[in-house]
């Protein structure tokens, strides 16, 4: 993929760099000391890019997550599996571009990819519905995940998406129903299933392809119930809000680690996944290898109890416990003596 060219104002500094390093080894210039002033200049950027990425604020990583050359699930296809076959339609409706489905080959396992795909070009993305899948595309998703356990190959899911189509037609054809399906679904599928979010993982959009054993997040990706702009619209009743929406949400590939609702962070290369695809890449493939070693030889019963417990046990926490006694740090005894007598509850 190209250079990425300026959009994003906190890249600002860097892109300046840039320029001055792509300006000192332009041919034709031989001046012994320029060979010195190019070190010196990928010192200052790898020192400038690393300063920059490592305050990005919610806001600002949600902007990386969109960014427009990032990797979607066509370039991993050909960067880290091989031999794909791509497999269409849903057997009801028609075929989904916004959901990409295929065998491959993630080296020695042959593996069903399913991904999220927005399209490059404004064509591919119309094409795609800027990565928002439709119920088709759903259905087209199980139906090959089914396929994929019917015959013992593991499922790959790369997350990237803003979130379901929203249209009239999606909701006719039973858009939140096909969601569900595919989580209720997924959570018993007798295969190995391994998720990653590689850009934006919106709401019901992202959970319909996102039920696995292993669930992971890129660095510099997000994973949320909406996107920053429509918490924004509903709690502020303007998108003006969304940088504020994005720091209250704490969707970031930091704050789902420390909650325990992502298995591992990605980390991604200096500067993000859209300046260095193939490195991205390289580490994206040795992740999955290595999530497919931990899982696949796991017996077909304790596979799908584990998947089960991980999922049902997010959102429970117990409050104030310790070691001395039951609920808030008291002890039964304590806490029955805490309680209103009857006299004065009656009175």
Request: charged share 25%; with cysteine; hydrophobic share 35%.
């Amino acid at each position: 993929m190209d250079t990425p060219a300026p959009g994003l104002a906190f890249e600002q500094p860097i892109f300046e760099i840039e320029q001055q390093l792509r300006a000192l080894e332009q041919p034709g210039n031989e001046d012994p000391a320029r060979e010195e002033e190019i070190r010196r200049v990928r010192r200052e950027l790898a020192q400038v890019t690393r300063e920059v990425y490592s305050r990005l604020s919610p806001w600002e990583i949600v902007q990386v997550a969109r960014h427009k050359n990032r990797p979607y699930t066509a370039d991993y296809v050909s960067l880290v599996f091989d031999d794909f076959f791509e497999l269409h339609g849903d057997r009801r409706f028609g075929d989904d571009r916004a959901i990409l489905t295929g065998f491959a080959k993630l080296g020695e396992h042959k593996v069903l990819l399913v991904g999220h795909q927005k399209g490059r070009t404004y064509k591919e993305r119309s094409a795609c519905y800027f990565g928002c899948a439709h119920p088709e595309g759903y259905r087209k998703a199980l139906l090959k995940m089914q396929m994929a356990a019917k015959y013992g190959l593991p499922v790959i899911c790369l997350i990237d998406t803003p979130g379901a189509y929203p249209g009239i037609g999606a909701e006719e054809r039973g858009q939140s129903q096909a969601i569900a399906e595919n989580m209720f679904e997924m959570s018993r599928l007798p295969t190995p299933i391994v998720c990653v979010v590689i850009g934006e993982g919106g709401s019901g959009g992202a959970l319909g392809i996102g039920v696995g054993d292993r669930v992971a997040m890129l660095q510099y990706s997000y994973y949320s119930v909406i996107s920053p702009e429509g918490c924004a619209g509903i709690l502020w009743k303007s998108h003006a809000f969304a940088e504020q929406a994005a720091k209250s949400l704490r969707f970031t590939s930091k704050d789902l680690a420390e909650f325990g609702l992502v298995d591992d962070v990605i980390e991604e290369p200096l500067g993000g996944a859209h300046r260095q695809p193939q490195q991205m890449a390289a580490r994206l493939k040795v992740y999955l290898q290595r999530a497919l070693r931990e899982i696949i030889g796991l017996p077909r019963e304790e596979l799908l109890r584990q998947r089960y417990q991980k999922f049902r046990t997010m959102g429970v926490f117990l409050e104030g416990l310790q070691d001395s006694g039951g609920a808030n740090g008291h002890s039964e005894d304590e806490a029955e003596s805490k309680k209103p007598s009857a006299s004065r509850t009656s009175s």
